[in-house]
């Protein structure tokens, strides 16, 4: 079974960065998309950044010039470079690797915390 592994999270103060990493514990064939989501507490989960093996990226209009995603295919990584960052970004963060079969694989969640 395939596990994502998620690291690079933690307490930041605003304005800060942080750089979130995920690699799969083994080969996933067939990635169509790789990406990144978040959940507040009491809320639902929400998407952050997707790229698509088709070239597309998508970011949610509240981190859009502020986060980056990029992705490594030969080890089936994806990573999120988050800068100027807010507390409101503050949430557990998911990453997701979806492939053109039907699998869905996510990862184990890791806190972000921006604070003074």
């Known amino acids: 079974q395939v596990q994502l592994v998620e690291s690079g999270g933690g307490l930041v103060q605003p304005g800060g960065s942080l750089r979130l990493s995920c690699l799969a514990s083994?080969?996933?064939?067939?990635?169509?998309?790789m990406g990144w989501y978040r959940q507040i507490t009491g809320k639902q989960r929400e998407l952050v950044a997707i790229s698509t093996s088709a070239g597309t990226t998508t970011y949610a209009a509240s981190v859009k010039g502020r986060f980056t995603i990029s992705r490594d295919n030969a080890k089936s990584g994806v990573y999120l470079q988050m800068n100027s960052l807010k507390p409101e970004d503050t949430a557990v963060y998911y990453c997701?690797?979806?492939?053109?079969?039907?699998?869905?694989?996510w990862g184990q969640g890791t806190q972000v915390t921006v604070s003074s």
């Open positions: 997701k690797i979806q492939s053109s079969y039907g699998l869905e694989f």
């Open positions: 083994g080969s996933i064939s067939g990635i169509y998309m």
